[in-house]
C-alpha cells in the first residue's frame, strides 16, 4: 500500500538495529509508569526484532529536558523497567548515548538482546539533527527501524539524520499509521464524513482545507464553530471565537459549496455562564446566544444531526472534541459522536489527535474504532498534506 521500506524486508540475524521508539510515557513521582499505551505500542516490532536475533538498541526521548546531559526527572530508567516487565527479557539502560562506552556496549551485545540508550533529549545536538551527532549514533549500528511515528513530523538526528547515513525501515506502528491515515484519505469509502472540533480554527484550517478536497460531508463543533457561526452572522456571545479567522471562516463556507461538500454547523449549543462544571448552563438555538454567555458543547438537536450523518458514512475522520469534554456538564455532544462513530461497525474509522482520542478512551469506545492514531501532531501534519520528515526518510 505505501512506498516505504517495511521491517519485513530486514534480514536482521546478529545485525545491530537502532530502533527509534516513541518511549514518551507519562510516570508519576514515584517512578512508575501511569500509562503504557505507547510502550505496548512499539512491541510488535521490539519482538519481530528479538525474535529475529538482532541485537536491539532503542532509542527514545521523553518529556523534555535541558539538553545539557543527564536529567533523573526525565530519565528513561521506569520505562525500561516497564519494557523489561512487558517484552520479559532484560533491557540494559545505557547512560550515555553516544560514545566509546556506549559503543563497546552495542560490540558486546548477543543475538536477541536488548539496550536502550537514555533520553535522546539529554542531549540538545538531538534536535538540532546535528550531523556529527547523527554519525555518532549511527555508528552503533548496522540498520535502523522508526517506530516513532509521534515524532516524525521533526527532523530530528534520532528521526531523520541516522536515516540518511544506515539502511532504514519502518516499524510496524509506523507503518500501519502510514497506511491507515494516507489509505484513508487517498481512496476513502464513501460517503466520507469529517468531523473536526477542538478549540480554535487557526490550529485547524489546513486540516480543514486539506479535508475539504477528500470528504463528502464536513462535520464542525468545538471552539471553533463559534468562529464559523460568526461567518454565517450569528452572535456568539463570550463564545472562544477567533475574529481574525471569521473571513477565513466564510471562505470555507463558499468553498464548500461550489465543490458540493456538505458543511454542517450546530444549529443548537449548550451556553454557560462561566468556564466552569457547575456554571449554570441552558440549551440555546445558534441564533439565541446570549450575549453575556457562552457556548461549551454542541446542543443536543445538533448532536442527534451529526449522529444521523455519521450513520450514513462509509469512512469517518475525527478529529476534535465536539465541547469541554473533560467536565462531565459539557461532554454529551463529544460522547454522542463518539457512539455514533463506535455505532457505525460497516465504515472504516479512524481517530487522530491527542484530546479526540483521550475523549474516545473516556467513554470507553476505543476497541469499537477501526483505528486511533498514536500520533497527535504528526497525524494532523500527515492529513494535511505535508511530509513528514521521519516518514520521507524511510522512502
Ligand atoms: P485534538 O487534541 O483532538 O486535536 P484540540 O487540541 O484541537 O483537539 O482541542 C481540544 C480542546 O478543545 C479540549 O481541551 C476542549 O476542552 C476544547 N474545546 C472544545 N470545545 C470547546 C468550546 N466550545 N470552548 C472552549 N474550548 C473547547
Ligand atoms: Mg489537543
New binding site residues.
Given amino acids: 500500500m505505501s512506498d516505504i521500506r517495511s521491517i519485513d524486508e530486514l534480514d536482521a540475524k546478529g545485525k545491530k538495529v537502532l530502533v527509534r521508539v516513541d518511549f514518551n510515557a507519562p510516570v508519576d513521582d514515584d517512578g512508575n509508569v501511569t500509562d503504557d499505551t505507547r510502550i505496548r505500542a512499539a512491541l510488535p516490532t521490539v519482538r519481530k526484532l528479538v525474535d529475529d536475533g538482532a541485537r536491539v538498541i532503542l532509542t527514545s526521548h521523553r518529556g523534555r529536558p535541558a539538553g545539557e546531559g543527564y536529567e533523573e526527572d526525565f530519565s528513561l530508567a521506569p520505562i525500561a523497567e516497564r519494557l523489561q516487565e512487558l517484552i520479559g527479557r532484560d533491557v540494559a539502560l545505557s547512560r550515555d548515548i553516544v560514545g566509546p562506552d556506549v559503543q563497546n556496549a552495542a560490540d558486546a551485545l548477543n543475538d536477541g538482546d536488548i539496550m536502550m540508550l537514555e533520553n535522546i533529549r539529554f542531549d540538545k545536538r538531538e534536535k538540532k539533527n546535528d550531523p556529527e551527532f547523527a554519525r555518532q549514533l549511527a555508528s552503533l549500528a548496522d540498520a535502523y527501524v522508526n517506530d516513532a511515528f509521534g515524532t516524525a513530523h521533526r527532523a530530528h538526528a534520532s528521526t531523520a539524520g541516522v536515516a540518511e547515513i544506515l539502511p532504514a525501515y519502518a516499524g510496524y506502528l509506523m507503518q500501519r499509521e502510514v497506511d491507515m491515515l494516507t489509505g484513508m484519505l487517498d481512496d476513502p469509502k464513501r460517503p466520507f464524513v469529517a468531523i473536526l ?3 480554535k480554527v487557526s ?2 484550517i489546513k486540516v480543514i482545507d486539506a479535508l475539504m478536497d477528500k470528504a463528502d460531508v464536513l462535520v464542525i463543533g ?2 471553533m464553530c463559534f468562529t464559523f457561526l460568526l461567518a454565517q452572522g450569528y452572535g456568539v456571545g463570550s ?2 471565537k477567533e475574529d481574525d479567522w471569521v473571513d477565513a471562516a466564510r471562505d470555507m463556507l463558499d468553498a464548500a459549496e461550489a465543490k458540493g461538500v456538505r458543511m454542517l454547523l450546530p444549529v443548537d449549543v449548550v451556553v454557560a455562564d462561566a468556564f466552569a462544571n457547575d456554571a449554570r448552563t441552558e440549551v440555546v438555538a445558534v441564533d439565541a446566544i446570549p450575549d453575556d454567555m457562552m ?3 454542541i446542543g443536543p438537536e445538533t448532536a442527534k444531526l451529526y449522529s444521523d450523518a455519521i450513520a450514513d458514512a462509509a469512512s469517518v475522520f475525527w ?3 465536539m ?4 467536565m462531565p456538564s459539557f461532554e454529551a455532544g463529544t460522547k454522542a459522536v463518539a457512539e455514533a462513530v463506535a455505532a457505525n461497525e460497516a465504515a472504516d474509522t479512524i481517530i487522530g ?4 482520542v483521550a475523549a474516545v478512551n473516556k467513554f470507553d469506545l476505543a476497541d469499537a474504532m477501526t483505528f486511533i492514531s498514536t500520533g497527535g501532531g504528526a497525524s494532523m501534519e500527515l492529513v494535511q498534506g505535508e511530509k513528514l520528515p521521519g516518514v520521507e526518510a524511510l522512502r
Fill in positions: 472540533g477542538g478549540s490550529d485547524k468545538g471552539g463564545s472562544l457556548g461549551l458543547d478529529n476534535g472534541p465541547g469541554v469534554f473533560e489527535g491527542g484530546d479526540s
